[in-house]
């Protein structure tokens, strides 16, 4: 096994002191890989990212136990202005552009982490990942697709140099060619620039194939984990996640007994 | 009709006072959601300030002037840290009634130190400064204060389009959360957009001591004045702002000239009214871009 980039140990993150979301979460991220978190909603993937990159705190969360380390560093309950500076950058679910900026100065304020604000060279780099954002750099990005958007938020990430990639949900609400699209971009990143992304999806399907390592969660806890291979192969997820039937072909509304099956970690 | 562009002169040049007051009202607001209202008192201190350093100090002008605005912009920093920085999180309302308790605080201040007798400036501007177009003459004062606010408005400019800790404020204002997630320090756009607001303020405080005299009642009082300029223009619109104050002092300065000077004050809250009624945002406010 690799170097590991971030560790997560037991962690539980309790809302407003008094709703507890994540309930004993741990997994382990290897640099240089794509691990993805899976889950249906509601299970804890969002509130795991943003217990590691502090964006629990303004939302009046806490991880109340539990370490995060990152390099060796306990990052847990750290100002998003610490984390975001040690290289870990979090893209927000459903498209958190600014509206009122234009796409270029959307751009340029993802290196405000970075010392001296270097931009000219990677707006280079963003355009050639992303060549539909060079028509659009001067207009507002309030009046871009959903499909531009995303490019936008993760150029924007990119800016900012992350070693540690954290995308939500980048598939939401756009069309499966875009998604494809998307999820090439994503693969890419990590093989040419070596970094390490975290990806949370619901669609399973697609985020196994990049991923090379997968957890699923449930309720506030990881309930299984294995490589991209394993879990796709596996039965409960095939059925659960992936739309199949238990057998590999399908699903079919013929099939009456479709709750014969059960989480049987629920 | 020379009666008539002497006064448009002269709205024009009112006009862009209120309308660079107005500047660090709305600065405030778009970056926090704030409205200050101890914004007329941030204009008295920056303008008490340079009283005291040119009478007491005895220091030039340009050099006293420097110091205000350096010296208010300190002002904003420690404002934001101990004040506003701690309710950072609670209700907006917290917030405001703080600044209402600044005002007070800032008042009492003044008025213990200067008391609230008229003061004024010793004559500096030279009389060379004036302009004159046949018989329309802008005093010297005005012809300063022309200068700075063009000088402000371009430099405000240049800072918001092109500088990367300009975009950064106008990304908090458009988008906390997400800003908050690419590593912009929120605090320090916060605490830097105070200080902004206080330098600009005590700048307009200062050219309003040297047409009105100093005086803190009247000096406050313009930061109600602000709120018609601000709604006018859009509350969160800089350029609006500097229209919003031209607009207002130009039926001032009309209604002064044509009607009666005692509905001066009246009239443009009057034309605000059905301008609002027209345009809810105000003339140049955002509306909000929605996406379905």
Known sequence: ?266 | MDFFLQLLVNGVCVGLLYGISAMGFVMIFKSSSVLNFAHGELLALGAFFFLALITWVKLPILIAFILTLIGCFILGFIIERFFLRPLIGEKLIFVIMLTVGLAAMFKGFILLIWGGNLHTYPEFLPETMSLQWGSIYIAPVYTATLVISVLFLVLFGLFFKKSSQGIYMRSVADNQKAALSLGVHVRRVFALSWAIAALVASMSGIVLGIINGVNVHDLSSIGLKVFPVVILGGLDSIGGAIIGGIIIGLLETFTGGYLSPSLRDVVPYIVLVFILLIKPYGLFGLVEIERV
């Open chain 1, 1 to 266: 096994m690799g170097e590991i980039l971030l560790q997560i140990n037991n962690i539980s993150v309790v809302y407003s002191d008094v709703i507890q979301v994540l309930k004993g979460v741990s997994l382990s991220v290897e640099k240089g890989h794509i691990v993805s978190l899976l889950g249906s909603n509601g299970a804890g993937k969002t509130t795991t990212l943003k217990a590691i990159s502090g964006l629990l705190k303004p939302e009046n969360g806490e991880v109340t136990d539990g370490s995060i380390i990152y390099e060796n560093k306990n990052i847990q309950n750290q100002s998003p202005e610490y984390i975001t500076r040690q290289g870990i950058i979090q893209v927000l679910e459903g498209r958190q552009p600014f509206k009122y900026l234009t796409i270029e100065e959307n751009l340029r304020v993802g290196t405000a982490t970075r010392i001296g604000k270097p931009y000219k060279q990677d707006l280079e780099l963003v355009y050639n990942y992303f060549p539909a954002l060079v028509a659009r750099r001067k207009s507002l990005a309030g009046y871009c697709s959903g499909g531009e958007l995303q490019m936008l938020v993760i150029g924007r990430a990119l800016m900012a140099h992350p070693q540690l990639l954290m995308l939500d949900e980048p598939s939401l609400g756009l069309a499966p060619l875009v998604v494809k699209e998307i999820f090439n971009i994503i693969k890419k990143i990590n093989e040419e620039h070596d970094t390490t992304i975290i990806l949370v999806e619901q669609n399973a399907n697609m985020a196994l194939q990049v991923a090379h390592y997968g957890y699923v969660m449930e309720n506030g806890k990881i309930v299984m984990e294995g490589t991209a291979k394993e879990l796709s192969e596996n039965p409960d997820v095939k059925e659960f996640y992936l739309g199949m039937a238990a057998s590999g072909v399908a699903k079919s509304y013929k099939d009456v007994k479709s709750y014969r099956r059960r989480k049987r970690w629920l």
